[in-house]
């Protein structure tokens, strides 16, 4: 047995000093959902939940932190430990963050890791059923006799809803007048109370209201048709090329969370996904294919995203609301 002097009580002092510190197993993993209670990234958080706390063998509890857009509780998500004790599970609003504010709180392309996307859904153009809008073309057709006549419902400036509806009428040449609500719910009343012609929202938001008769959905926005909006055209069968606008929902990490940490919670996430009844229930509540993809895909996927959308915020001139 080495004899212990003072020079090596020493020499590991100092070998303890440079060491890279160990980061401890958190006791309790928080997911923050960056909006408020009873929306879909809200559902999809609360339906990971249970298997995650199975499969992680810790407590695992949903935050609710909205506001700006959803980069309040992304920032609160990028300055916590990388310890594997916070994730953001987040929406497609996610992307449009640098560009739509002007000081945001973090840096959504540094300050946080990819971890998984969930999976994807088309948004949908649809029309109070008393307006003579079949399709989008009839939507063309009346703006370019009457410019500005024609108004459209969001769920708010920037969202996706918005600048899809941007781009397909910047593509066609026409002015449709963008009215913005804070919610899905405010939006979709005005549109069947026939207070505006059309609704610009999520699969999921659409698809519950068309069976009631008082509204019509006109165009999709994926490449393919959903199985249950088969009558529904799409954006590129209706004559705009490549054109294809997702909603998407994915988890997020702090910069610095160890590739194990990673590596542990995209494992959970598959198991916990992977319950047909889970899969089930994305399908039928929000319209969802699930893509299943892991850091990398995740990765690609947002980095494209941020770019194609800040560029139309940037050429448009958006701004959020105050």
Known sequence: MEKLTRRTLL??????????????????????VPFPPGGSTDALARMLQPGLQTALGRNVVVENKSGAAGSIGAAQVAKSPPD???FLVTFDSHAVIPAILDKPPLDVAN????????????YVIAANAEKPYKNFADVVKACKEKPGSVRYASVGIGTLGHLAMTVLAKKAGVEITHVPYRGG??????????????????????????????????????????????????AIEQGFPDFETLAWWGVFAPKGTPPDVIASVEKAIRQSLADP?????LRDS?????????????????????????????ENNIKASG
Not at 291 to 314: C, I, T
């Open 111 to 122: 300050d946080l890791m990819p971890v998984f996307l969930v999976g994807t859904a088309p």
């Open 286 to 314: 929000q319209q969802m294919t699930l893509v299943l993809g892991g850091p990398k895909e995740m990765g690609a996927f947002f980095d494209k995203e941020v770019k194609f959308w800040g560029q139309v915020v940037r």
């Open 185 to 234: 719910g405010p939006a979709m009343n005005d549109v069947l109370g026939g207070h505006v012609d059309l609704i610009a929202g999520s699969a999921a938001l659409i698809t519950p209201q068309l069976g009631g008769g008082r509204i019509r959905a006109i165009m999709q926005t994926g490449r393919a048709r959903l199985p249950s909006l088969k009558d529904t055209p799409t």
């Open 11 to 32: 020499a590991g002092s100092a070998a303890l000093a440079f060491a890279p510190p160990l980061l401890a197993s958190p006791s309790s993993t928080t997911l923050v």
């Open 84 to 86: 594997g004790s916070q």
């Open 277 to 281: 009844a889970a899969a089930a229930k």
